[in-house]
C-alpha cells in the first residue's frame, strides 16, 4: 500500500495525500532527543530547526508525552517509545496511516492507553488507519472494519465492527465475531475443530 515494493499479483489505488507509518519494531533514532525524533519529519522537508521542534513539543504534549522532552530513546519505557512515535506520526501528517503492530511488546493497560490516543489523533486529523496486527482485540477496539489475510487463501473474513470506538475489553456486541474470527483462524492454521468443540 505504501508502494515500497511491487505487488506480485493486482493492484493498489490510493487517494492520499500524503502516507504516515508506524512500524513494529522500534523506528527511534537512538542518538536523538524525544523532540528530534518527532521532528525528523518536518527537518527532512527543510522546515526551520527551531520551528520543527517547537511543534514537535506541542505533538508530545498532545499525546500525553511531555515527561520524554529531552529524553533519549534509552531513558524511555517500551510505552513511552511509542508515544513518542505516534507524536511523530501525528506531527508528519498525512490522510493515510500505516500501522505495523503497533502495540507489540506492550502491556495491557499501556496498549489500551496507546490505541485510544492513536483514535484520538485520528480523529481529530481525519486520517485513514490500517492496522496490521495479530491481535484480535487491539482491532476490536478501535476498528471500524476487520479483514483476515491468509498467505495461502487471500481474503477469508471481511466485515464491519458494530458500535462505536473505543469499545471495551469485553464488549457484549462483539462477542459472537470474535468466536467466529477465532474459528477462521483455526481453519487456516489446519486446526478446523469448532469453538467449544471436543
Known amino acids: 500500500m505504501a508502494g515500497l515494493l511491487n505487488p506480485t499479483a493486482g493492484s493498489v489505488h490510493l487517494d492520499a495525500r500524503g502516507i504516515g507509518f508506524m512500524f513494529q519494531e522500534e523506528g527511534l533514532l537512538p542518538w536523538l532527543s524525544s523532540e528530534a525524533n518527532v521532528a525528523m519529519p518536518l527537518r527532512i522537508r527543510g522546515t526551520p530547526p527551531a520551528e520543527g521542534i517547537g511543534r514537535a513539543l506541542r505533538a508530545l504534549a498532545r499525546v500525553n508525552a511531555a515527561s520524554c522532552i529531552g529524553k533519549f530513546p ?3 519505557s517500551a510505552g513511552m517509545k ?6 511523530r506520526l501525528v506531527l508528519a501528517g498525512g490522510d493515510l496511516w500505516l500501522l505495523d503492530e503497533p502495540c507489540e511488546s506492550l502491556d495491557l493497560p499501556s496498549r489500551l492507553d496507546l ?3 492513536l483514535l484520538d489523533q485520528q480523529r481529530a486529523q ?5 492496522m496490521v496486527s495479530h491481535s484480535p482485540e487491539d482491532t476490536f477496539r478501535v476498528g ?19 458500535g462505536d470506538t473505543p469499545r471495551p475489553v469485553d464488549d457484549p456486541s462483539i462477542l459472537p465475531m470474535q468466536r467466529e474470527i477465532v474459528d477462521v483462524l483455526r481453519a487456516d492454521s489446519g486446526n478446523e475443530r469448532p469453538i467449544g468443540g471436543a
Do not use: C, W
Not at 82 to 87: G, M, P, Q, S, T
Not at 126 to 130: A, F, I, N, P, R
Not at 146 to 158: K, V
Open 74 to 76: 534509552h531513558q524511555l
Open 82 to 87: 511509542k508515544r513518542v512515535e505516534l507524536a
Open 115 to 117: 490505541l485510544d490516543l
Open 126 to 130: 481525519q486520517s485513514t488507519v490500517v
Open 144 to 162: 471500524n472494519r476487520i479483514a483476515i489475510l491468509s498467505m495461502n487463501r487471500g481474503i477469508m473474513f471481511d466485515r464491519p465492527l458494530p
